[in-house]
């Protein structure tokens, strides 16, 4: 069995939109505690200066950051799981991603509980 279409696109299109919303959601806390923030070296107190000084700016270049970080992530994951990536363990026999089956066993050990 393998992942359907239906479900591949509704499994990247809640992704992105949840990159998207989480990137937005973290910078908008950040930069309204940052006035909170103490810059302990000079080179951190010019990019705090230079921040106040193009509020717009830095937001949107800190959503964006956030966003490619966490896509790449997700990016890394998908190649593990599609085969084309492997992690370090030599052990390491593989994974699938594919449509639940009507017979699933409902009590297994999820990974987000483990992680």
Known sequence: MKLSEK???ILLDYLNGQIDDYSRQQT?????????????GEAEIKA?????????????????????????LFF????????VGDPEDKDWSGVLLMDKPD????????LHDEF
């Not at 998908?78 to 085969?83: E, K, S, T």
Request: charged letters at 30%.
């Open 7 to 9: 479900n591949r696109r």
């Open 48 to 72: 705090y200066q230079a921040m106040q000084e193009n509020v717009e700016g830095s937001r949107l270049l800190l959503e964006r950051l956030l966003q490619l970080n966490a896509r790449e």
């Open 76 to 83: 890394d994951f998908f190649c593990i799981i599609d085969g």
């Open 103 to 110: 017979d699933f066993d409902e009590h297994v050990e999820f």
């Open 28 to 40: 908008e806390s950040f930069l309204s505690s940052i006035s909170a923030v103490k810059p302990y």
